[in-house]
């Protein structure tokens, strides 16, 4: 069942620049978390936003969350070529779905040297 | 080093025949999964497994088998009932069933001969 939506599904930007991804989702959630994925590896954690919170920051991320418009943004400032890689919103919906996360489809990024 | 260890990188599958994907974690984590991932796609949940001896049907559990008699291993097998195999198969671990946090390993891609 698909919960989170990215947009857009690919970005390219220049180094320095700011990326910006958002993540719609359509039911209530606990929490929502960002994760990121190098091409053929495994997803690494980056953040989590609870959804009784509205920002967090982790060093050059910043996340918002709107639960009135269930939606959340991702924001790296100052790119590097290192940050290129897919990320993806996870959403957890708390009460009966056993701590299960359900992933969007992600946001490709590229950022050029 | 403790982690989440995956293997093989690769697998070949033939038609017919059931192939198993080995996951190790030394994270001391109740909480195993399954995921596929097919290109530009999400995750999708295959099987989770709260506790040893214990395992439950995600989404897309049909063609595949698990299986969990040891806290550290949770290996899949996907039969020859499973009829498009080709993807990309990541494993992850949480401390708990409903500790947000996944932990994933580096994958298995299985391609069909």
């Known amino acids: 069942s698909q919960q989170g939506e990215e947009d857009p599904q690919a970005l390219s930007i220049q180094e320095g620049e700011n990326a910006t991804m958002n993540c719609s989702y359509k039911?209530?959630?606990?929490?929502l978390q960002w994760y990121r994925q190098n091409s053929g590896r495994g997803l690494v954690h980056l953040i989590l936003?609870?959804?009784?919170?509205r920002e967090k920051h982790s060093g050059r991320l910043r996340v918002t969350l709107d639960t009135s418009k269930k939606s959340s943004s991702l924001l790296i400032t100052a790119s590097r070529a290192a940050d290129t890689a897919s990320y993806f919103c996870?959403?957890?919906?708390?009460?009966?779905?056993?701590?299960?996360?359900?992933f969007g489809k992600g946001t490709k990024l590229s950022v050029k040297p | 080093d403790g982690g989440i260890t995956q293997s093989p990188k690769y697998l070949f599958r033939k038609e017919g025949q059931n192939v198993t994907l080995s996951c190790e974690q030394n994270?001391?984590?109740?909480?195993m999964y399954w995921y596929r991932q097919d290109p530009g796609q999400g995750l999708r949940l295959i099987y989770y497994?709260?506790?040893?001896?214990?395992?439950q049907k995600g989404d897309i559990a049909e063609g595949y088998s698990v299986s969990r008699e040891k806290k550290e291993s949770f290996p899949l097998t996907v039969t020859s009932a499973q009829k498009n195999p080709t993807a990309f198969y990541l494993c992850a671990s949480s401390i708990y069933a409903g500790m947000e946090t996944q932990y994933f390993g580096p994958g298995t891609r299985l391609l069909v001969l």
């Open positions: 497994s709260q506790i040893v001896n214990d395992f």
């Open positions: 039911t209530s959630i606990n929490n």
């Open positions: 936003i609870r959804s009784n919170e």
């Open positions: 996870a959403t957890d919906l708390g009460g009966g779905s056993q701590g299960n996360l359900i």
């Open positions: 994270l001391n984590h109740d909480a």
